[in-house]
């Protein structure tokens, strides 16, 4: 089944319309109807649409079920995916936006077992802006470790001055670089001994390529 095969089939079941979900995600029906073609949303509106549906992320993207020990829904997998958590953070590609010191897990997704390498160390985090483009994209939900520095050069998401980052981190001539892709934003410099910067992890990959 298709993205929009499983929305359908669960909207008939709920006896909920179209223009209904639209008013309740707040999207066109346009837009809605767009997924007919097998376009599938950014993963914060399928979170939403998740909610609202009373079903699960797993379920709607890859037709993935979870075991639920409340009402004893199961897993339906062909091994091929593993879950990790989506953070109710989002990660500024622009001028910075404050985070929270814990996380709060909004769901699971399924992801390639090629990360399992990473072990646990996983999360989901959302771009917010436009500093990174063309590589990243305002929304777009991204994977990344959470062990810290990795001692690589690379796209990190950071802390600086309380705020979260996605960026590039170089390290050059005793002073940590952190760059955008988008030449519209300059890049800032941070002592390496800063206490204002810190890294929370390697952002290892998009999920769009998934």
């Known amino acids: 089944m298709t993205f929009w095969e499983r929305i359908d089939k669960v909207l008939s079941e709920k006896k909920i319309s179209v223009a209904e ?6 999207l066109a029906q346009a837009s809605i ?7 599938i949303p950014r993963a914060d509106i399928a979170v939403r649409l998740a909610k609202i549906l009373d079903t699960s992320v797993e379920y709607l993207i890859s037709g993935i079920e979870l075991t639920n020990p409340e009402n004893g829904k199961t897993i339906s997998s062909d091994g091929n995916y ?15 936006d404050l985070i929270p010191e814990s996380d709060e897990i909004m769901g ?30 305002d929304g777009e939900p991204i994977v990344c470790t959470t062990q810290g520095w990795d001692s690589g050069e690379g796209l ?3 802390r600086l001055n309380g705020n979260g980052y996605v960026k ?3 390290v050059i001539s005793g002073k940590i670089l952190i760059r955008s ?3 519209l934003y300059p890049p800032i410099e941070e002592p390496l001994s800063s206490d204002n910067f810190s890294i929370i992890g390697k952002v290892v ?5 998934y």
């Open 156 to 158: 990190y998401a950071i």
């Open 108 to 137: 699971l997704v399924p992801v390639s077992t090629r990360l399992r390498k990473y072990g646990k160390n996983l999360g989901v985090l959302f771009v917010h802006g436009d500093s990174m483009e063309p590589t990243l994209h």
């Open 181 to 183: 892709d988008n030449p």
């Open 82 to 96: 593993f879950l990790i958590p989506i953070l109710d953070q989002e990660l500024s590609a622009g001028h910075g």
């Open 168 to 170: 590039r981190i170089q």
């Open 33 to 39: 109807i767009g997924w007919k073609n097998g376009s």
């Open 21 to 26: 979900l639209s008013r309740q995600v707040g």
């Open 205 to 209: 990959c998009s999920l769009k390529f």
